[in-house]
Structure formats: C-alpha cells, structure tokens
C-alpha cells in the first residue's frame, strides 16, 4: 500500500475560497484518489454556517446585517463558527474512510479515526497538556474548545475530514449574532473557546503550525508526506445561505445533543410535497439530499416516514452525529405539518 499524503498549502485564503477547496477536494477524490491533505491560513472575516443549517433559525439576521460579515457553508455539517486571519483550516480527503488506516470504518467514525493526526499536530503545535476528542464536534484542550470538526462523504464512498484551528482568534460566534432560543442543556456548546496562543510557551508561525500538524498525520498513521504538484480548485455547493422558504411551513427547532434541528415541509392531501432538512447534526450531503427526495409522496404518519429515515440511513456511505435517534426527522416533517 502506498502510503503517501499530497499536502496542499493555501496561504492567504478566505473563508469563501476555503469552503469552496473543501468541496473541490471531496469531487477529486473521484478521479485523483491518492488521500490529500490541506492546511489554509485563513484571511479576512466571515461567518461559516454548518452545511445543513437554516441561516433563518441559526443567526440573528439583524445582528447579521448591522455586522457586515459574509455568510458562507462548510462542505461539512455542524454549528456556525468565525473563520478569518488567527485561524487555520483543514481538509483531509480520502477515496474511502479507511484508506490510511488498518481496518474497515462506519461512516460514523471517519472523525473519531482522523482527527488524531491533528490532536497530536496540535501537541507538537504547543497545546502542551493535551488535544483531546470526545466524540463531540470539536477538539479541547485544558477543558476548552480548540476546533471545530465536521465531515462530508460521497455515496462511491470518498469522504473529507474537516476542522478549523483558533490559532490567535477565537472561534466563537459573537452571542448576538446567535439566532438560536437557549438550549434546555447548558453543555450543548461545549466548554469555553481557546486558542492555540493562550496554549503555546512561546510564539509559533503560522507555517510552524502547518509543519506539526503534517507531522502528526505522517507520525499517527504511518504516512509520507510530501507536497502536492498541482493544486486543487475550488468548487461550488448549496444549498445557498438564505433560502427561499415562500409556502413552507415551519417545525420550530428542537433541541439535539450539539445544537438544534427542524423541518421546513410543504404538504397537500396528508402527504409529503416538499421536505427540508435543518440543523447542527452531521451528516454526509448526499443522505440529507436522500432524505429530502425520498419522502416526496409520503403519507404524513410516523411509521411510514420512519421506516423509509431507517432505510436511507442503512445505505452504503450513510451516518449521522450530534443525534439521539433518527426519529428526530418523521417527528419534525409531523410537527411541521402540525400534527404533533
């Protein structure tokens, strides 16, 4: 097995070309599956909504528009976070979630499994005590959030590994630009930002930064690194920031273990016409599509909606973090209908 990783470099990038990489990379894989990691100094400001969240529900939009900051996606599911100058984006794609490691994965554990390349780069880094991953979406360190973590996947099966660093700024949506009501569990956030300068003895580069985390994926998983020859490009995604919700009726959003999530559902006659999926969870783009498709011409009861949710998330590639059960999706489609 070869067991080279193509590292690309993006310095100076913003956060919209850094979202629009991810996607570019994830598409490579299709054609070009040697795995390939990137590591982007971030620039500029803006706001990165998780792929699947409604901007509508998850940012105050006055707040929003008094700000001035760009609104973009990630490729990867999650909640919204700050992207710009102080931060470091990553993106490790493989053709398959097992292609540097020893054995078969779930979908379900492509981030458990990749991101301890980039907890031991964040050791080297100058997180001395400790990068720490829990299961959650993010990475922490002396009990605070360091970065953030997502993932996305293709049905052919290659999948992109996803994490934004706070090298010298926060990651930390301002609480007034927070659109979300008060979570009934306090822990639903995670601990309190950090970043890698609060951690470090002493001042590391940017590019010293990239050079440890290289070194923890080579070291973690037994790699050769070496610089990629061409770069990757950037690609485009929906579905767009503000969406067009004319004729929907609306779930209201409901608590999940890493945020919210509701459904946004236009019925006629009991039965499905058009169905949206929103919230934090995280889960490949192309299952979500899945769902939104599949459930067109449902009747509107929970057994039938529920066993055709199962079915899709029992499908090669499918998986989903950050909720308690997959009932969560014929529950929302009901209460958006009204009938919960």
Known sequence: MDRTLLVEIASDCSPETFVGLGAGLLDRMRSDPRPRLLLAGLSGEAILLGRHQRAASALDRQSWEKSGLPVYRRPGGGRALLAGEGRLGLYLALPRPDAILDSPIPTDRVINRHVRGLLAGL?????????????????????????????????????????????????????????????????????????LDELWKEPR????????????????YGLRAEPASDATPAADFGPPVWEDEEGFETSGVADIPIGFAEALLRHADDRVVEVRFRGDFIAPAFVVRALEQELVGLPLAFASLGERVDGIFRR??????GVRGLRIFPDAILAAAGKH
């Open 205 to 220: 580069p940017l590019s010293a930064v990239m050079e440890a985390i290289v070194a923890g994926y080579e070291r973690t």
């Open 316 to 321: 090669e590639g499918a998986g989903i973090l």
């Open 123 to 195: 050791v080297r880094a100058g997180a001395a005590s400790g990068a720490h991953y829990f299961g959650r979406d993010f990475v922490s360190s002396e009990s605070r959030q360091l970065a953030r973590l997502s993932q996305d996947g293709l049905p052919e099966g290659p999948v992109l590994f996803e994490a934004v660093v706070a090298v010298t700024e926060s990651l930390e949506l301002p609480a007034a630009l927070r659109g979300y009501p008060v979570h009934s569990d306090p822990r639903a956030d995670g601990p309190p930002p950090v970043t």
